[in-house]
C-alpha cells in the first residue's frame, strides 16, 4: 500500500464501533444494510484499509458468524482505486500493467474482469489472478486519460471498482515547425541587433520533453536565434557585395534529458542591395614612365574604377586631385585618358624627381551629377633621361696654398664639384689632370656617374726650394667629343721649419738646503737650435709651471722662488721646453734635490686621546698608546714623550717609549670612587733631538671604570610594621631604601633592583623598593607575614652584591566577620508543665574575631514569654508561664514549641548573624490515642552532601491522649536500607546518619512507625519518600589532568592543539561544564572551545618569544552561583623551533687593519652573529663567501674568528681586502646573512729591489763607442711604499773602470775607451738598494758583448715559422725548431725571444738558446689566447740585420670552461602584474671562452617556474631572455625564483646555474570593495558634539601598497559641512557644528572609497543619516507684546481679548505648545486657553483695580517628553482699560471733630478733609464744598497748592469771641 494512503478507519469518526455492535445484534435483513461499516463502500465503490481496520473487521466477524450465515462480499485492496494508476504511453502491447487484488472473508473464490466497451479494446484480466494486460498501444498525444471499471466477484456476488488511469508521458514527438517554408528579405545595412524573422516549433510532450529550443547548425557568424523564442537576429554587420544570400539550418530540440529529439527547417535570408560602396580603381597600380623628349599628347596611362554596389552599378568620373605640376598632365573625365599637355625636361628641378599624381574617381547620379562616394589613388610617373648635358665644373679656376711639409696623402682645401646633369649611364665620364709634375698629384675619383666632389692629394714629397709652384689643367670627357668639361688648377708652397733646439745636457742636477733664500739661483739651461732667423731664437718655459720655481724665457735662468721644504718635497724634478721661432719644442730634465734643515714641530696623529682602564687596575698596565711624528729626516725627527700636566694621581702614571709609540701605564691601582666623574686628564709634551729641539703637546683623557667593590645596604636589618586588615589592595604598606657606595650608573645606587620573598599578598617595587599590597588580607587566615626583602645591584654573575632586610607585617583586627550559629537548628524534648526555670537547652555562636569584636549576645526575637535566656551564656530556661502541651491558642502553641534566638557582636558598629537559630521543642505529653499521621505519605526532598544530622523531614502524627498515652514516638521499621536516617522518636523529625551521596542512592523509601505510650501501645505506619536532590558536590575531573603537546611554531591559526576530557558525576545543570583559561596564557595564543573543551590556536605562534606554555584549563559546572565547582588541567605546550630567524650580525661591518706580515693563522677580527632560534637551527657557522679569492683569510666556522689564510699577505699586491663573510645555518635557505669586513694591509718593508731582468744584455756594443756612450738601463722595482720603496742603483764589479751608472735613473754610460783585440766582453754586477731599514737589495748582472764589426747579417732558414697545438698541452712539449746561419760564422749562434714579445706569449713558451727548440713552460689556455706571435732572434755577435723570423703558434680549443653567468646578469627582478605575454623581463648572460660550438651557450628554465608563468629564449648563444609566458596576477602569486641553466654545446655538455628572483609588482587591478554596498541606514540626534561618531564605513582592496591604501570620501550629500570623514578609519562624525534637524531633517551621502593606485580606483556607497528631534528650540511668539484696549464695566465680562500664538520648529511633543499665564493675573481675571493660546477674561474689569492696565506674562512651554528638558518662551499681553465714572468721592470717616478753635483769630486751619474717588481723568478729581452746618458762612474751604493733592481746608475767616 502506498504510503500517505491511509483510509478512514472503520472504528473513527461518525462509524464508530457502538452502532456496528448495534446492527450486530440486530436480526433479519438489517446486516448487510450496514455492509459500510465493515468497509464496503456505498454505491458499490470500495475504500481502502489498513491492516488494523482489517484484523478489527475479522473479530467483528467472528461475532458474527454465530447470529447468521449470509454472504460477505469481496472488496478491493489496491490502492489506485482511490488515486490512480500511471501507465507510461510507450509501454509495450502485452505488457503486464498491474495486478488487482481483493479480499473476501468468505474465502470464496473471486473472478476479475474488466467492465466497458473502450476498457476492453485497451486492457484485458487475468480473471483468476488479477493481472492486467496492456492489449493496444498508448499515445498520450491522442489520449491522456482513462477511466475503467474493474470487476471482482464470488459465488453470489459482483463487486465493481473505478480506476483512474492516467498515461504516462513519454518523449516520442520531435518538435514541429510550423508555417514552413521559411525566407525573409532584408537590406544589407541593416542594424547589428536587429530582429529580422521568427520561427515556431512545438512539441506535444510534457514537460523537458515538450520544452523546445532553437539553434543554428551549423552556428552563423551573421545571425543568432534566440534559444527560447524562435527570434533570428543579426549579430554582425552585411554586405551585399560579399555575399547575397544566406541558407540557414534552423534545429528544434526538445530539452529531454535521456533521448532528446530534434528538427530541422530551412530559413532562406535574401541580402537586398543598397548603396553603400565606394567605387575602387581596378588594374591597380597606375605608375608608369615616360621620356622627357616624348611630344604634347602622349597617352600616359588610362585610369579605371567600377561601382562595388553590383546591384546597378554607376558610372565614374575623373579628376586629377593633385601632383599635376605646371598641369604637365591632362585627364579626360568620362574615359579616364591620361595624357602629356606639354614639353617635358628632366633635369628642369620640377619634374627631376617625377611627378606624385592623385586622381578621385567619383560615382555619377543619373543625371550625371557627382554624389558623395568617391575613392582616390596615388601613383608616381618618372620621367626618363635622354643624354642631352655635358659634364660642368662649378668653377673654371681654382687657387690654392700648401706647407711644404704636407704629407704624402693630404688633400689640398679645395672644393672641386663636377656634375653632368643627366642620369645613368648618360653621366658616366672621366676626369684627367694634365701639367708639368703632374705626377706630384693625384686625384680622386677619375672615373664619375652623375655628380662628384674631386679631392686632390699630394702625391710624393714636397720641397719649397725645389718647386715653389704648380699650375695643371683639369678635364671631364665623355664618351661623345663634344661633351668635355675644362678647369684650371694652381698651387702654391709655404716655406716651413725644419729644425728642433737641443739642450746642452740631457740632466741637470743640482742640491739645494731646504732654508735658501727666495731669489737664490739656482742654475742655467742652454739649448741651440740650427735654423736661422725666427725659427733660430729659442725661449724656455716649464712644462707644469712650478709654483717654487721661476725661469727666464730668454737666458735660461732658473730662480728660487719660494721656501723649499724637505719634509714636504726632497727632489724636484722638473722639465723645461726650449722653443723655437717656428714653435718646434724640445723638452729637457732638471733635478733639484733638497737637503734637510730642522723646522718642524713633533705632530701628534690624534688631536686628543682617550684611554680607560677599571678601579683596582693591577699596577704596570698599559693605558694609552699615542705617537707622534717628526717629518724631519734623522737626528732631527727622533722623538721623546714626557707627562707635563695630569689633574689628579700624577705619580700613578708613567710613560715610556715602545716600537715609536709613547705608552702610558699606570703603577698604582685607582679607586674609582676618588675620581671625580671617573676622569682623569693629562697633558703629553713630545720632544724630538733637533737643536735647538721641538715640542708639542696633546691632550689624554683616563677614563676609569667602576667596579662592583660596594653591595647594597638597608637602612635596617629587620623592619616591623602593622598594618588593618581591610587595607586596600595595591595599597603602600612601606617604603625601603638601600644604598649602594658604588658612583657609577652600572654598579651603583641607580642600578639597585629589589625583589621579595615570603607571601604573594605583597610585591615590592622593583626600582623605587615601594611594598604594596596585592590583594585584599584576612586577619582571620593569616595574621602575620614575615616579608624577605633583597637589593641587588647591577654586577653579573659573581659580580652581583645583594643586601637583605626582614619585614615583619602584623594585621590588626576589624570587626568584619558576622556571628555565625554552631549548631543550629536545635532539637529539644521538653515535658510539658516543665517547672519553671528549668534548662531547655544551650545555644552556641561564634565570631572569629577579637576582643569585643568577637563577643557575642544572644535575644529570643521574636520574645518569647514561655523561655528566657542567658544573654552571654545562650542558656534557655523556661520561664514561669506554664507549658500545656493541649494548649488550643495556636500562637502560645507555636510559641511553646519554637523559640528563635537572634546574636551580635560587641563590635563597632555591631554585627548581627545573618540568621536567627531555630530552638524547636518538643513537648512530652500522655497517650490517649492512635497516633494519626499528618503528613505522610509524602515525598520528601533533600539535597545530597549535607552533614550527617540534616533535617530531612518532620514526621507529624497527633495523639489526642493526653498524658503517657498521648505520648507519640516514632521509629522507622527495621530493614531499611543501610540506615542512612534516623528518625527522632519524640518530634518526628528525620535527620541524615550520613552525607548523602544522589550519586550513589538517588531515592528512598521509609517506613515510619508512630507509637503512643500506652498500654497496650498504639501505633501507625506510612511511607516517606526521600528524594535525594543533586547538590554540586562533584568536581569536574579531567582526564588525565596533565597534557603534553609539542607544536611547531608556525602552526595555523585555529589550529585544534587538544580535546579536553573531563567530566562530572552530577546531572543537570551541575553537570554542564563551561571551559576556560585561567592562567599561562598571558599573550592570548591560545583559547578553548567554551563547551567542546577544544583548545586551539587564537594567532600563530613564535618560539622566540614564548617557547612553552604551561596553560592551566578550568573547567566549571553550571551549579548555583556561588557553589560552582571546578577542576582543572595542565596543557603543557612546548613550540618546537622552526628556522624563521636568520643570524644577525652584532656590527654592520667590521674593520682590521694588519700588518702584511702577520703570521699563519693570526686572529685579524672577531665577527659575531646571533641566531633567535634554537638548538640546530640557532647554532650558527661562518663562511667567507667573496673576496678570499687567494686564500689569504680563513674564518673559523664556529666561532666566527677571522684568521690570516694559507696565503700570506702581500701589500704590494693589494692593499686592502673586502670580504663578505656569511652567517648561516643551513647549506640551502633564506636564513643567512653576510656582512662586509675591510681588511687593511699596512705595509711592511719586505720587499726586495727586482730588476724587470735577472741579466740585461747588450749585445754587440761598438767598440769604437765614444765616452758618454749609453750602454743599457737597468731598472729595479720595489713595491714598497715611502722609502722603502726608493731604489738607488750601484755597480758592484765587474766595469772595470769602463762604465759607470747613474745611481737614480739605473742609466749605464761608458767612461772610457773600449777595446774588443782587449776585451770582448763585461759581465757587471749591479745592485739597488731601497732607502729604508734594512736596505734591501736586488741584483742583477749587466752582460755587454762588443761587436767586432762584422758585416754580414745572420739568415734563418725560413722567412717565417707556424705551429698548431692544442691547449692544455704538458709542460715541456716541443712545438718546433727554428734554424739560423751566418755566412761570417765566426761565433755561435745563439737564439732568444725579443724582449718586445708579448709577455703572455714569454710567460707560455721558452727557447733554447743554442738549438732553437721552442718548448712550452707554462699552462696553455686558448681562452686567454688563441695565437701568438713570437720574435726569435738570432745572434753571432755581429748586426742585427735581418737576425730576426716571426714565429706563429695556433692554440686549438678544448672544452675545459663552463659556461659563466656575467655579473651584469639580472638577479632580481620586478615585472607588473599587468604585463603583456612576450613581455621581457630579464635578461642573463653567460659566456663561454670556449671556441666553436663548445662555446656556444643555451639557457633553460629548471626549477621554480610555476605554472609555467615565464619561459627563456637563448639570442647569439650568448644571451637568455626571460618572457612572460602567461598572464600574471600578484594576488595568486607574488614573486617567482627561477632556476636558469646554461649549457654549451659540448660532448659531454658543461652546466652551469643562476638563481633569477622575480618580484610580481602589484597594479592597482582590484577596485575596492565595500563591506555594504548597498548603503548604511543610522540615525544621530540633533546637536551632538563635535567628533560624535556617526558610522563607519569599511571597505578592503585585494592589491598590496598603495594601491591598497584606502581613502574614504563624502563627495555628494555634505554640502552644508556637517559631517567629516576620517579619509584613513572611514569613520563619519560630525562636526563642531552640530546637525540642526530644523535646518535639515536627513542627509544622503554619498561616500567614495578610492586606493592610491595609479589611476585610481574606487567603489561608492550611500549613507543615509537620519537626523532625530532634540528639544533644541523654545517656541517663538509670533510677537514679542499683544496690545488690546477697552473699556471697564460689566461689558468685559467672559470677554474674548486676544489669541497669542508662539510656534516651535521642534516636531512631535518637542513642538507641541502649551499656554500659560505665569504674572499679572491679578484675582485670577484672565483665563488662557492652553491649547490655543485664547486669552479671555472671567471676571469684569475695573480701570480702579488695574490702575487702568493689566500687565500680562503669558508663557509657551513645549511638551518633551522629559520635563527637565522643556523650553519655555514668553511674551507680554497688555490690557488697557478706559476709565468710566463709576465711582463717587468717599470720605474715610463719616465724622471729623471736635475742634478746637482760638478765639478771635480769624484765619487759622481748622482741618484738612480728604476724599478719595476712584475714577481717573475728570471723573477722579474731587471739588469740596461746605454744604451744611455754616449758616453764617463763617467757614470756607480752600484748594491745596498746586500739586498737593485734592484735599480741602477749612479756615475761620472771622472773629467771633465766645464762639468756636
Not at 699606570?666 to 679607586?671: A, F, G, I, K, S
Not at 536567627?916 to 509524602?938: I, R, W, Y
Not at 630579464?1482 to 629548471?1502: E, H, I, W, Y
Request: hydrophobic letters at 35%; a negative charge; aromatic letters at 8%.
Amino acid at each position: 500500500m502506498a504510503s500517505g494512503c491511509l483510509p478512514r478507519s472503520p472504528g473513527c469518526g461518525r462509524d464508530s464501533v457502538s452502532p456496528l455492535l448495534f446492527d450486530l445484534h440486530s436480526t433479519g435483513p438489517s446486516v448487510p444494510m450496514r455492509r459500510e461499516r465493515f468497509g464496503m463502500p456505498r454505491g458499490g465503490t470500495m475504500k481502502r484499509h489498513t491492516a488494523a481496520s482489517n484484523l478489527l473487521l475479522s473479530l467483528l466477524v467472528l461475532e458474527l458468524v454465530p447470529l447468521g450465515q449470509g454472504n460477505r462480499l469481496p472488496y478491493f485492496i489496491n490502492y489506485f482505486f482511490d488515486t490512480y494508476l500511471l501507465i507510461n504511453e510507450d509501454t509495450p502491447v502485452g505488457s503486464s500493467v498491474t495486478q488487482l487484488l481483493a479480499r473476501d472473508l468468505d474465502n470464496d473464490p473471486l473472478v476479475f474482469g474488466v467492465v466497458g466497451e473502450e476498457a476492453s479494446r485497451f486492457f484485458a484480466v487475468e480473471s483468476v489472478t488479477g493481472v492486467v494486460w496492456l492489449r493496444q498501444p498508448l499515445d498520450r498525444e491522442t489520449k491522456s486519460e482513462f477511466t475503467v471499471e474493474f470487476s471482482v466477484s464470488d459465488s453470489q456476488g459482483v463487486i465493481k471498482g473505478t480506476v483512474n488511469i492516467q498515461v504516462g508521458d513519454v518523449n516520442d514527438n520531435a518538435p514541429r515547425f510550423h508555417n514552413q517554408p521559411y525566407s525573409v528579405r532584408i537590406p544589407e545595412n541593416t542594424p547589428v541587433g536587429t530582429p529580422i524573422f521568427i520561427v515556431n516549433a512545438t512539441d506535444p510532450d510534457q514537460g523537458a520533453g515538450g520544452s523546445v529550443l532553437y539553434s543554428f547548425q551549423p552556428p552563423s557568424s551573421f545571425f543568432a536565434i534566440d534559444s527560447g523564442r524562435g527570434i533570428v537576429t543579426v549579430i554582425r554587420e552585411l554586405d551585399y557585395e560579399v555575399t547575397q544570400a544566406y541558407q540557414l539550418q534552423v534545429n528544434a530540440t526538445d530539452q529531454d534529458k535521456n533521448k532528446p529529439l530534434s528538427t530541422l527547417a530551412n530559413l532562406a535570408i535574401t541580402i537586398t542591395d543598397v548603396q553603400d560602396m565606394d567605387p575602387i580603381f581596378i588594374n591597380l597600380p597606375y605608375s608608369t614612365n615616360i621620356y622627357e623628349n616624348s611630344p604634347p599628347g602622349t597617352t600616359v596611362r588610362m585610369i579605371t574604377a567600377i561601382d562595388q554596389d553590383k546591384g546597378r552599378p554607376r558610372g565614374i568620373g575623373y579628376t586629377i586631385v593633385s601632383g599635376n605640376t605646371n598641369s604637365i598632365f591632362a585627364l579626360d573625365y568620362i574615359s579616364g585618358a591620361l595624357t602629356l599637355n606639354g614639353p617635358l625636361d628632366r633635369e628642369n628641378p620640377f619634374y627631376s624627381s617625377g611627378f606624385i599624381l592623385t586622381v578621385k574617381g567619383t560615382e555619377l547620379n543619373d543625371d550625371r551629377t557627382p554624389s558623395n562616394a568617391t575613392v582616390t589613388t596615388t601613383f608616381n610617373i618618372l620621367v626618363i633621361d635622354v643624354n642631352d648635358n655635358a659634364p660642368e665644373f662649378n668653377s673654371s679656376e681654382y687657387s690654392v696654398a700648401i706647407p711644404e711639409l704636407a704629407q704624402v696623402g693630404f688633400a689640398l682645401p679645395l672644393f672641386i664639384q663636377v656634375q653632368d646633369k643627366d642620369e645613368g649611364p648618360n653621366s658616366v665620364f672621366e676626369v684627367y689632370l694634365v701639367g708639368n709634375n703632374s705626377n706630384h698629384f693625384i686625384i680622386s675619383p677619375t672615373s664619375i656617374q652623375g655628380k662628384a666632389d674631386i679631392r686632390v692629394r699630394v702625391a710624393v714629397p714636397l720641397d719649397f726650394e725645389t718647386i715653389p709652384r704648380y699650375e695643371f689643367s683639369l678635364f671631364a670627357n665623355e664618351s661623345i667629343p663634344e661633351h668635355v668639361g675644362f678647369a684650371r688648377v694652381k698651387i702654391s708652397l709655404i716655406n716651413e721649419n725644419d729644425n728642433r733646439p737641443v739642450f746642452s745636457k740631457a740632466l741637470y742636477n743640482v742640491s739645494l738646503p731646504e732654508n735658501a733664500t727666495v731669489g737664490t739661483t739656482v742654475l742655467q739651461v742652454h739649448a741651440t737650435d740650427n735654423d736661422v732667423g725666427s725659427y733660430g731664437k729659442v725661449s724656455y718655459f716649464f712644462s707644469d709651471d712650478p709654483d717654487r720655481f721661476s725661469l727666464d724665457k730668454d737666458t735660461g735662468v732658473i730662480l728660487l722662488m719660494a721656501r723649499l721644504d724637505f719634509e714636504t718635497m726632497q727632489r724636484y724634478t722638473l722639465t723645461v721646453i726650449a722653443r723655437d721661432g717656428g714653435g718646434e719644442e724640445t723638452a729637457g730634465r732638471i733635478r733639484i734635490n733638497v737637503l734637510d734643515v730642522n723646522d718642524n714641530v713633533p705632530t701628534f696623529q690624534k688631536e686628543a686621546y682617550l684611554g680607560a682602564l677599571r678601579e683596582n687596575e693591577p699596577s704596570v698596565t698599559q693605558v694609552v698608546r699615542l705617537r707622534a711624528s717628526d717629518e724631519d729626516s734623522p737626528p732631527n725627527n727622533q722623538i721623546t714623550y714626557s707627562i707635563v700636566h695630569a689633574s689628579a694621581f700624577r705619580e700613578y702614571f708613567d710613560i715610556t717609549v715602545s716600537e715609536g709609540y709613547g705608552v702610558i701605564s699606570v703603577n698604582h691601582p685607582l679607586d674609582y670612587e676618588q675620581v671625580v666623574n671617573g676622569v682623569i686628564y693629562l697633558t703629553v709634551m713630545a720632544k724630538d733631538a733637533g737643536n735647538p729641539p721641538l715640542n708639542s703637546t696633546v691632550p689624554v683623557t683616563i677614563e676609569v671604570f667602576d667596579e662592583n667593590d660596594n653591595p647594597p645596604t638597608f637602612s635596617k636589618p629587620s623592619y616591623v610594621i602593622a598594618v588593618m586588615e581591610d587595607i586596600m589592595a595595591g595599597a603602600t604598606v612601606l617604603f625601603l631604601n638601600a644604598t649602594d657606595l658604588d658612583r657609577s650608573r652600572e654598579y651603583g645606587q641607580e642600578s639597585i633592583i629589589y625583589s621579595l620573598e615570603g607571601s604573594s599578598h605583597f610585591r615590592i617595587n622593583a626600582r623605587s623598593g615601594e611594598i604594596t599590597t596585592t590583594s585584599l588580607l584576612d586577619r582571620e587566615a593569616k595574621s602575620e607575614y614575615i616579608l624577605i626583602v633583597r637589593a641587588v645591584d647591577g654586577g653579573v654573575g659573581h659580580h652581583q652584591k645583594t643586601g637583605i632586610a626582614m619585614v615583619n607585617i602584623t594585621l590588626l583586627d576589624i570587626n568584619d566577620n558576622y556571628p555565625t550559629w554552631k549548631d543550629a537548628p536545635y532539637f529539644i524534648n521538653l515535658v510539658e508543665m516543665t517547672p519553671p526555670n528549668s534548662d531547655v537547652t544551650t545555644v552556641v555562636a561564634v565570631d572569629p574575631d577579637l576582643g569585643e569584636n568577637g563577643t557575642v549576645v544572644y535575644s529570643i526575637r521574636p520574645p518569647n514569654k514561655f523561655y528566657s535566656l542567658n544573654s552571654t551564656s545562650g542558656k534557655i530556661r523556661t520561664s514561669g508561664v506554664q507549658l500545656d502541651r493541649e494548649n488550643p491558642n495556636p500562637q502560645e502553641a507555636e510559641l511553646m514549641r519554637r523559640i528563635v534566638v537572634s546574636v551580635t557582636d560587641c563590635g563597632r558598629p555591631p554585627l548581627r548573624a545573618t540568621s536567627s537559630a531555630t530552638v524547636f521543642v518538643n513537648l512530652l505529653d500522655l497517650n490517649d490515642n492512635d497516633p494519626t499521621f499528618q503528613n505522610l505519605p509524602f515525598i520528601a526532598e533533600i539535597s545530597e552532601g549535607l552533614p550527617a544530622g540534616t533535617s530531612v523531614f518532620q514526621v507529624l502524627a497527633i495523639d489526642l491522649d493526653e498524658g503517657p498515652n498521648g505520648w507519640v514516638t516514632y521509629r522507622m521499621q527495621v530493614g531499611m536500607p543501610r540506615m542512612d536516617f534516623l528518625i527522632n522518636s519524640t518530634s518526628g523529625l528525620i535527620i541524615s546518619t550520613t552525607v548523602l551521596d544522589r550519586e550513589r542512592i538517588t531515592e528512598y523509601y521509609l517506613r515510619v512507625v508512630a507509637s503512643d505510650a500506652g498500654t497496650p501501645s498504639k501505633s501507625s505506619t506510612s511511607t516517606l519518600t526521600v528524594k535525594v536532590l543533586d547538590v554540586n558536590d562533584e568536581s569536574p575531573t579531567f582526564f588525565p589532568a596533565i597534557y603534553n603537546v609539542s607544536l611547531p611554531e608556525n602552526v595555523a591559526r585555529d589550529f585544534k592543539v587538544v580535546r579536553l576530557n573531563c567530566t562530572d558525576a552530577d546531572v543537570g545543570l551541575n553537570a554542564e561544564l563551561s571551559y576556560f583559561i585561567t592562567g599561562g596564557n598571558q599573550d592570548g595564543k591560545f583559547s578553548v572551545g567554551f563547551r567542546d573543551g577544544v583548545v586551539r590556536t587564537v594567532v600563530s605562534l613564535d618560539r622566540e618569544t614564548v617557547a612553552s606554555y604551561a596553560l592551566i584549563l578550568e573547567a566549571i559546572d553550571n551549579g548555583p552561583t556561588g557553589n560552582r565547582r571546578t577542576g582543572t588541567a595542565t596543557v603543557y605546550v612546548t613550540v618546537l623551533d622552526v628556522n624563521d630567524n636568520r643570524p644577525i650580525f652584532l656590527q654592520s661591518s667590521y674593520e682590521a687593519s694588519v700588518p702584511e706580515d702577520i703570521p699563519a693563522a693570526s686572529s685579524i677580527v672577531q665577527v659575531k652573529a646571533t641566531d633567535a632560534d634554537e638548538g640546530v637551527n640557532g647554532r650558527v657557522w661562518y663562511r667567507i663567501v667573496k673576496g678570499n679569492e687567494h686564500n689569504n683569510f680563513r674564518i673559523n666556522p664556529s666561532s666566527g674568528l677571522l684568521m690570516r689564510g694559507v696565503r700570506p699577505l702581500d701589500r704590494e699586491q693589494n692593499s686592502s681586502h673586502v670580504l663578505e663573510v656569511e652567517a648561516y645555518n643551513t647549506e640551502h635557505g633564506p636564513m643567512r646573512s653576510s656582512v662586509r669586513v675591510i681588511v687593511y694591509v699596512e705595509d711592511v718593508n719586505d720587499e726586495v729591489p727586482v730588476f724587470t731582468q735577472r741579466q740585461y744584455n747588450r749585445l754587440g756594443l761598438r767598440e769604437t763607442a765614444g765616452i758618454g756612450t749609453s750602454v743599457a738601463v737597468v731598472r729595479a722595482t720595489d713595491r714598497d711604499t715611502g722609502n722603502g720603496g726608493l731604489v738607488s742603483y750601484q755597480i758592484l764589479s765587474g766595469a772595470e773602470g769602463k762604465f759607470e751608472i747613474d745611481e737614480s735613473t739605473g742609466l749605464i754610460t761608458t767612461i772610457d775607451y773600449l777595446d774588443y783585440e782587449t776585451k770582448t766582453s763585461y759581465l757587471m754586477n749591479v745592485s739597488a738598494t731601497d732607502q729604508a731599514p734594512p736596505n734591501n737589495q736586488g741584483f742583477c748582472s749587466v752582460y755587454v758583448s762588443l761587436l767586432n764589426e762584422l758585416d754580414e747579417a745572420v739568415q734563418f732558414s725560413n722567412s717565417s715559422y707556424e705551429a698548431v697545438i692544442m691547449e692544455n698541452i704538458p709542460l715541456g712539449s716541443e712545438v718546433l725548431r727554428v734554424q739560423a746561419r751566418s755566412i761570417d760564422n765566426l761565433n755561435q749562434i745563439t737564439y732568444k725571444f725579443d724582449p718586445n714579445t708579448n709577455a703572455q706569449a714569454l710567460s707560455l713558451f721558452k727557447i733554447n738558446g743554442i738549438t732553437g727548440v721552442i718548448t712550452v713552460k707554462g699552462q696553455v689556455d686558448r681562452e686567454k689566447g688563441d695565437f701568438y706571435t713570437l720574435t726569435v732572434v738570432a745572434d753571432d755577435g755581429g748586426p742585427k740585420v735581418d737576425s730576426t723570423v716571426k714565429v706563429t703558434i695556433t692554440v686549438l680549443d678544448e672544452n675545459d670552461n663552463s659556461p659563466q653567468f656575467d655579473i651584469t646578469s639580472d638577479s632580481a627582478v620586478s615585472v607588473p602584474e599587468d604585463s603583456v605575454v612576450g613581455r621581457r623581463v630579464a635578461v642573463v648572460l653567460a659566456r663561454d671562452p670556449d671556441a666553436g660550438s663548445n662555446g656556444q651557450v643555451t639557457f633553460s628554465l629548471t626549477a621554480g617556474n610555476v605554472g609555467q608563468a615565464f619561459e627563456i629564449r637563448t639570442t647569439n648563444d650568448t644571451y637568455g631572455e626571460v618572457l612572460v609566458a602567461r598572464p600574471l596576477d600578484r594576488e595568486l602569486l607574488d614573486h617567482y625564483t627561477l632556476r636558469i641553466q646554461a649549457s654549451d654545446g659540448g660532448v659531454p655538455p658543461r652546466r652551469k646555474e643562476h638563481t633569477l628572483r622575480v618580484t610580481v609588482l602589484d597594479v592597482n587591478d582590484n577596485p575596492p570593495i565595500i563591506d555594504s554596498p548597498l548603503g548604511y541606514n543610522v540615525s544621530v540626534s540633533e546637536n551632538v558634539g563635535g567628533g560624535t561618531a556617526v558610522v563607519q564605513v569599511r571597505a578592503t582592496d585585494r592589491d598590496a601598497g598603495l594601491n591598497s591604501v584606502l581613502s574614504y570620501y563624502i563627495t555628494h550629500g555634505n554640502e552644508d559641512l556637517t559631517f567629516r570623514m576620517d579619509r584613513v578609519t572611514g569613520e563619519i562624525a560630525t562636526r563642531p557644528s552640530p546637525p540642526d534637524r530644523e535646518r535639515q531633517s536627513s542627509y544622503c551621502l554619498l561616500v567614495t572609497v578610492e586606493d592610491e593606485g595609479t589611476p585610481s580606483l574606487s567603489a561608492t556607497t550611500k549613507v543615509f543619516v537620519t537626523i532625530l528631534d532634540e528639544n533644541d528650540n523654545a517656541p517663538v511668539f509670533q510677537q514679542q507684546l499683544y496690545e488690546v484696549t477697552l473699556d471697564e464695566g460689566p461689558a468685559t465680562l467672559n470677554a474674548t481679548l486676544v489669541t497669542v500664538q508662539a510656534l516651535d520648529r521642534d516636531e512631535g511633543p518637542n513642538s507641541t505648545v502649551t499656554y500659560a499665564i505665569t504674572e499679572g493675573n491679578i484675582l485670577g481675571t484672565f483665563y488662557i486657553n492652553s491649547t490655543t493660546g485664547q486669552i479671555r477674561t472671567l471676571k469684569e474689569l475695573d480701570y480702579e483695580i488695574s490702575h487702568g492696565r493689566y500687565t500680562l506674562v503669558v508663557t509657551a512651554t513645549d511638551q518633551c517628553p522629559i520635563a527637565s528638558r522643556r523650553l519655555t518662551s514668553t511674551t507680554t499681553v497688555l490690557v488697557n482699560l478706559n476709565d468710566i465714572n463709576d465711582n463717587c468721592p468717599t470720605f474715610p470717616r463719616p465724622y471729623e471733630g471736635p475742634f478746637d478753635v482760638t478765639e478771635g483769630q480769624p484765619g487759622p486751619r481748622i482741618w484738612t478733609f480728604l476724599a478719595h474717588d476712584g475714577d481717573s481723568g475728570p471723573g477722579g478729581q474731587v471739588e469740596y464744598s461746605i454744604i451744611a452746618g455754616d449758616p453764617l458762612d463763617r467757614h470756607h474751604l480752600r484748594k491745596p497748592p498746586l500739586g498737593q493733592g485734592t484735599s480741602g481746608r477749612v479756615q475761620a475767616d472771622h472773629h467771633s469771641e465766645g464762639q468756636p
